[in-house]
């Protein structure tokens, strides 16, 4: 690229956001506040059950109420359009529509919708259909059907088990024959969900005279939806157009193409815009459970402490999820590790479909499982070999001479210095005074515990990870498209492929690009949201696996360096001057060292545009440019099955402090201390907002929450008086402190860092939790520990 003047400092400055002002105004645009002409709204009759045959519908009465449109069942539904096309397929084609056809596999699983002039019309006649069930047994235990016991969700499956496999890498057997000792340990995780404020919804809009769908929605991953809808509806994708507004909250769990494509068929058959925006129950009963599931672990080890070789057997309850099976599994490939040198590595994974709320993407993905089982088990061996927990987590990390670092399993760790990391988190946390704190308090009786955990925090999914499920590659590698232009005026606007839900994606962009073309963040307009329509995208593109910073920011580098390349030459034209001696600074283009000799970015968008005389010969007029980059670290698996199934690697420590209440089991947090490393800081800002609330997830994930299920497959916390989240008063002051070592992969340097806090956080509270009952012999297996569960601990061991 010509050269170009110096960056301007915007990135890595802890800038106001630029969206705030609209947001906190109520000047924000979200799905709930879009209401085209004549607009139907959509209510869903769901099934009861958690497995029922559905043996006949009688909908009359319900489509002689006043004011009800259209009425659409799963057998419809079925004959109008095709199955919803997974991402990761099945071994065996299963029909899986956007509406139950045939029978429902879940409780909430929607099998019958109405859209009439307002909500409670359609609830109404929701109420009035009629409904003859076949009710079945329910497969409720993802480890009965890894053996191959219960009732079949899909009889032409076969079996409830849509991937058993294991991945062996290095030389397993033979370092568990060297160990000194083996740790074996059982845990279990809970199915939860990150609860964003708003719910998911979608609008849809159909024009007969060009057979083309409109469609509105806060998905987050638009790039496949568009690909899903075209596909189930039959229409090229160029007859789709796809916007999604300001998106309030999403942590993964705001994708379900069904509803687009229910209310797509509503709105071809009535004529008329229809509306779907799900309620709180129906978000928590069906939208997306982060995956719950059992693993057994095994750490050989030498009697000093070095880790020599880990098997996990890893058994994932995906519920009725037949979109993105084994994803769970897959990505914990990623953190299998978590930052310590560990050999050889045996991963025995189960994918295990169940009759429940169907699993998907959750703020850290099946991470948090994977760290909360790697660091539970590293503080039992500690207690074991008489260690101090943190002390055995320095003897086995990767250390900062040995990056870029490449796991057994693919994972490349591109920087970072594990040992300072810990080192700093427990210099922050006063850890040897916590400790002496800790014997004092309990020679007066107190149960006070000191919790440690540290992660790595994968950023960014590379998609050719799915060879290792279907054998076959199709979509791969991580990717983001961007757009920057020079309007006419010399205004500064730019878009990308990935629609933001909170992120400050507005502000950094800005500030990327104000670096670039020399002027302030204000001066560039982000366009907000998507539109397919026009805005650059991929099928990769999307708000999804913590990628904006490893991915996204490179097309936006990357289309602004194009649209800073084209002013420089057209300067240099003017100016008559050499393009190495031009700066970009201050809103325009200058000579160095001589004040007077510069063009204004209006100046040169007036030549773009209008005197197109003036340009250089054979330049093109315009000053717009489209840029997409993809992640350098991706590669397709290799012949021993290693592939990194994510990619740049930012990495944390958690220090905890509880209080458990012996009289009650209740958990209070005292002191809680984070050091993370994410590499540069686009904005420390945003990236502190990201950690605390990142943490106060894995907080909750903790102490609180989980879907919880009887042995007939009934939900039994379906709203959020017993689905708990943690407030204000549950959530302590969390105390940040950061390193940066800059990624050498990513084109500014920065790593993920959205999903850090909930990656450890479970983890640094059950082992505090845990240190905190040491008198009375408690290991804490499974999450939440919930007052109750605690007292039971403490009542058990009293002998009560």
């Not at 000047?27 to 043996?55: N, W």
């Not at 020399?518 to 907000?528: L, N, Q």
């Not at 009934?714 to 800059?742: C, N, W």
């Amino acid at each position: 690229m010509t050269p170009a003047g110096e960056p301007g400092g915007w990135v890595g400055r802890a800038y106001p956001l630029k969206e705030a002002a609209r947001l906190v105004a109520g000047r924000g645009r979200f799905l709930d506040d879009l209401a085209p002409a004549r607009l139907l709204h959509v209510a869903m009759l769901r099934s009861p059950h958690a497995h029922a045959r559905i043996v006949a519908l009688d909908v009359t009465a319900a489509a002689a109420l006043p004011g009800v449109a259209a009425i659409l069942t799963g057998a419809q539904a079925a004959a109008l359009s095709k199955p919803i096309r997974p991402l990761i397929p099945t071994a065996v084609p299963i029909g899986d529509w956007c509406l139950a056809a045939d029978r429902a596999r879940f409780v909430g699983e929607p099998i019958v919708a109405v859209a009439a002039v307002d909500r409670a019309t359609a609830e109404d006649a929701a109420e009035a259909i009629r409904v003859t069930w076949e009710v079945l047994p329910a497969a409720v235990d993802a480890e009965a059907g890894a053996r191959g016991e219960g009732p079949l969700l899909y009889p032409e499956l076969g079996s409830n088990v849509v991937w058993h496999d294991t991945l062996t890498y290095g030389d397993v057997d033979a370092a568990f024959a060297a160990a000194d000792g083996v740790l074996r340990e059982r845990f279990e995780m809970q199915r939860y969900a990150s609860t964003p404020l708003e719910t998911f919804g979608c609008i849809a809009a159909y024009d007969a005279g060009t057979d083309a769908y409109t469609f509105w929605s806060n998905d987050q991953r638009p790039g496949l939806t568009m690909s899903i809808l075209a596909e189930s509806l039959g229409v090229p994708q160029s007859r789709l157009r796809l916007t999604c507004p300001d998106i309030g909250g999403g942590f993964g769990n705001k994708r379900r193409p069904a509803w687009l494509l229910v209310c797509a068929l509503l709105a071809k058959r009535t004529g008329r815009s229809v509306k779907f925006v799900e309620d709180r129950r129906e978000s928590l009963t069906a939208l997306m459970h982060a995956a719950g599931g059992v693993m057994e672990v095994a750490l050989a080890y030498r009697a000093d402490g070095t880790l020599l070789g880990l098997s996990v057997r890893d058994v994932t309850d995906e519920g009725k999820n037949l979109v993105s099976p084994t994803q769970h599994n897959l990505i914990k490939l990623g953190n299998i590790a978590n930052g310590y040198r560990i050999p050889a590595i045996r991963y025995e994974a189960w994918s295990v479909l169940t009759n429940k709320c169907p699993t998907g993407a959750n703020r850290g993905i099946g991470k948090p499982f994977m760290c909360f089982a790697i660091e539970r088990s590293m503080a039992l061996l500690a207690r074991r070999l008489g260690l101090d927990p943190a002390e055995l987590r320095l003897r086995n990390y990767v250390g900062v001479d040995e990056m870029p670092y490449r796991t057994p399993t693919g994972a490349e760790y591109d920087s970072g210095d594990y040992h300072a990391t810990l080192r700093a988190a427990l210099a922050r946390f006063r850890y040897a005074e916590r400790r002496r704190e800790q014997v004092e308090g309990r020679g007066r009786g107190r149960l006070l515990g000191i919790g440690v955990a540290t992660s790595v925090e994968p950023a960014g999914t590379n998609l050719a990870s799915y060879e290792i499920i279907t054998g076959r590659r199709a979509a791969s590698g991580s990717a983001e498209a961007a757009m920057v232009r020079i309007e006419p005026d010399g205004r500064v606007r730019a878009a990308i492929g990935d629609p933001p839900s909170g992120q400050g994606y507005e502000t950094v962009v800005a500030q990327i690009v104000a670096d670039e073309l020399g002027v302030a963040p204000d001066e560039v307009d982000v366009a907000r949201g998507f539109d397919s329509a026009t805005t650059p995208w991929l099928y990769l593109s999307g708000n999804y696996s913590n990628k904006f910073s490893v991915t996204d920011t490179g097309a936006v580098v990357g289309a602004a360096r194009r649209v800073r390349d084209k002013l420089v030459r057209l300067a240099a034209h003017r100016l008559e001057a050499d393009p190495v001696d031009l700066e970009l600074r201050d809103g325009a283009v200058r000579v160095r060292g001589v004040p007077g000799r510069a063009l204004t970015l209006g100046e040169l968008a007036r030549t773009a545009y209008a005197d197109v005389l003036g340009l250089p010969p054979g330049e093109q007029p315009g000053l717009e440019a489209r840029h997409a980059h993809q992640n350098p670290l991706a590669r397709p698996m290799d012949a021993a099955r290693r592939v990194p199934s994510q990619l740049v690697f930012a990495n944390a420590a958690h220090c905890c402090l509880v209080e458990v209440d012996p009289g009650t089991g209740g958990v209070r947090i005292l002191a809680y201390v984070v050091v993370h490393d994410c590499g540069r800081e686009l904005n420390p800002l945003i990236v502190e907002g990201m950690v605390h609330g990142s943490t106060a997830h894995g907080i909750g994930a903790a102490l609180l929450e989980e879907f919880r299920y009887d042995e007939h497959g009934q939900l039994l916390t379906s709203t959020f008086m017993d689905y708990l989240k943690p407030t204000a008063l549950d959530v302590p002051d969390i105390d940040v402190g950061r390193l940066e070592h800059p990624s050498p992969v990513t084109p500014l340097g920065a790593k993920g860092v959205g999903e850090g806090g909930a990656i450890p956080g479970p983890a640094a509270v059950a082992n505090a939790v845990e240190d905190a009952l040491a008198p009375y012999g408690v290991t804490v297996r499974a999450l939440p520990l919930t007052p109750e569960t605690v007292w039971r601990w403490l009542a058990a061991s009293r002998g009560a």
